[in-house]
């Protein structure tokens, strides 16, 4: 199992800056990719941005130049850097690692098996 703990939300002005840190622990050798996500009230989550599997980044339009992702060492964290906050920006972020592990069956011997675990989430709230 993998858990993952965000932290840094907060309240800022439209304009203002914000980092987030997710900080993973457990089974890190078995993640494939991290990212952020978001839920605005009354709207269904959304991708943010995320790293892929093989490295490269993929990220929403709505915060393409404003926002950037990195992380240190190999999945021990994920980071989102948010710079020209808008109030569209609000929302709960959650931070999401996929994973994929090698389970031994009795029919088929060893096979990998694909899953997704997610953080409690940070409120991220941008006022105009």
């Known amino acids: 199992q993998v858990q993952l703990v965000e932290s840094g939300g907060a309240e800022v002005q439209a304009g203002g800056s914000l980092r987030l840190s997710c900080a993973a622990s457990g089974k890190l050798w078995s993640i494939d990719a991290m990212g952020w996500y978001r839920q605005a009230p009354g709207k269904q989550l959304q991708l943010v941005a995320t790293?892929?599997?093989?490295?490269?980044?993929n990220y929403a339009e709505s915060v393409k130049g404003r926002f950037t992702i990195s992380r240190a060492g190999a999945w021990n964290a994920v980071y989102l850097q948010m710079n020209g906050l808008k109030p569209e920006d609000t929302g709960v972020y959650y931070c999401?690692?996929?994973?994929?592990?090698?389970?031994?069956?009795?029919?088929?011997?060893?096979?990998?098996?694909?899953?997704?675990?997610w953080g409690q989430g940070t409120q991220v709230t941008v006022s105009s």
């Open positions: 790293f892929v599997k093989g490295g490269s980044t």
């Open positions: 999401k690692a996929e994973t994929e592990v090698d389970e031994d069956t009795e029919r088929y011997g060893s096979i990998p098996r694909k899953y997704d675990y």
